[in-house]
């Protein structure tokens, strides 16, 4: 998924004046919240090409992700991707398969183009399918780098609501209720 960042905004077989770093530095914020001098890095050094950029982010992004894992353990941080990608999966194949409903409705008007219907249909659905995967990655992957992992000792501050001090509680007897 990174390095398909990394292929949209500087190309491979394109010519370095092409290449849009600031971007890709954006979108890696962005998305991933991956703070990566990707201009800095092209500008001092002259040999990095784009393999190089690519692992170095990958690497870079494999490290946060490890210390978010050692951070909660391994466990718990596999019971949260379990999570994710059920969460992530059901909705996207939800969405599939009401996509592929429209599809089969239009899908007759296939044959005054002169194309079999059936093959069109067989065609178009396998891009839809290809299109649920993509997303499917793209999304787990966003959410598991951008998780912002706290621990007990973080959260404890914050859970505690502070105690009231000038608050009657008066209950009505039933009598008066019923009035």
Partial sequence: ????????????????????????????????????????????????????????????????????????????????????????????????????????QGIHLRGYAQKNPKQEYKREAFELFAAMLDSIKLEVIKILLSIQVRTEQDVAPVEVAPALGNVKYHHADYEEAMA
Wanted: glycine share 4%; hydrophobic share 40%.
């Fill in 1 to 104: 998924v990174l390095q398909d960042q990394v292929d949209l905004q500087l190309p491979p077989g394109s010519m370095e004046e092409q290449w849009d770093a600031a971007t890709l530095e954006k979108t890696l914020v962005a998305d991933f919240a991956l703070h990566q001098p990707v201009v800095e890095w092209l500008a001092t050094e002259k040999q990095l090409d784009l393999v190089g950029v690519g692992e170095r982010i990958r690497t870079n992004a494999q490290q946060l992700y490890q210390a978010k894992v050692d951070l909660v353990g391994a466990e718990n941080m596999h019971q949260y991707e379990r999570a994710i990608m059920l969460q992530s999966l059901d909705r996207h194949w939800r969405e599939h398969l009401s996509a592929l409903d429209h599809l089969r």
